[in-house]
């Protein structure tokens, strides 16, 4: 008898503890912000499967003046690249906005990019990002980003590199 | 008479505001604009990679299981593997009904990939989706030693 009633408090806790955790994993992406960043945190953990699990799959990228005008033609085309630039900079939050209702919000931030490239040239710019999200079910998820920064010479070369590009 | 000019312009109106919403549309999916984004940028790789494209499934197994498929390389730079240089390697698919699903290669040969089971099968999986087998980060693999 009790067994019986020790089984049943084990139980007990371990439905607590499981919803607890559910509530921890959930509470990561509650709000927009939340979801701006943990797909920061992804990128800097390499974590490809959960920056892709934050983004909604009608996902447009803007990125310095390029198109990724789909969520698999980011995953593929830039994601990785994207992975490597988180991990050799810094991104210090700077300035954050967030607005919009309901289940379609927006959040505007700048950062202060710093790390070097890999001959060793310093990386020292602000970034500016702005970030629509929609809320399916209880969480965010991206449907566009736009970066572009103030360093207008890396602006103007990347530009000029995506026009050089073949059709 | 009236109210069928009325109506018939309001048509109009409506196939031209469509077409032009079409036109938009059209417009970001464009080739010639789908190119790169901030790559003037020189880092290192942080990983080492391999991207791909499924060519062919792998049989099923007894209960309709698919844990293989037959790959290309796709992207700059990138050749066959050599067998087995995956072992222990995140596989995480990029395109199609698995998008962001994420898998451990057990085993592969210059031009097949298999999956351990532990991460259920690759079932939803088609010709010409897009995935990416990353060697798992140093720092992740820390990580999970010191937790246990």
Known sequence: MKNVHRRRITCAWLVVL????????????RTPADAVDAFHAALRSKDTAAALSLLDRGLVVFEFGAIDPTADAYAFAHLPFDIDVAAATKWQLETRRVGGEGNDRWVLSSYHVTGAQSD????????????ILRRTGDLFRIVHLHWSTNDLAYQAAAQRKSQKMPP | MQI???????LLVAVGCAATVAGGARSL?????????????VVDPS???YTGMVT????????G????????????????????????????????????????VQSNGTSEVTVAARDGP????AVSDVFIIEEPAKDAQAASQAGG
């Open chain 1, 120 to 131: 060793g040239t310093p990386i020292d710019q602000t970034v500016l990002e702005t970030v």
């Open chain 2, 4 to 10: 069928g000019r009325v109506i018939a312009a309001v």
């Open chain 2, 65 to 104: 299981r698919i844990y293989s498929f037959r790959a290309k390389p796709i992207g700059p730079g990138v050749a066959p593997p050599t067998s087995n240089t995956f072992r222990g390697w995140r596989l995480t698919i990029l395109a199609g009904k698995r998008f962001a699903s994420v898998f451990e």
């Open chain 1, 18 to 29: 499981a919803a607890v955790l559910v509530g921890a994993a959930n509470a990561q992406t």
């Open chain 2, 56 to 63: 062919a499934l792998g049989d099923p197994d007894r209960d």
């Open chain 2, 47 to 49: 990983l080492r990679r």
């Open chain 2, 29 to 41: 999916h464009a080739p010639n604009l789908i190119r790169v984004g901030h790559d003037n940028v």
């Open chain 2, 122 to 125: 690759l079932n939803g999986l």
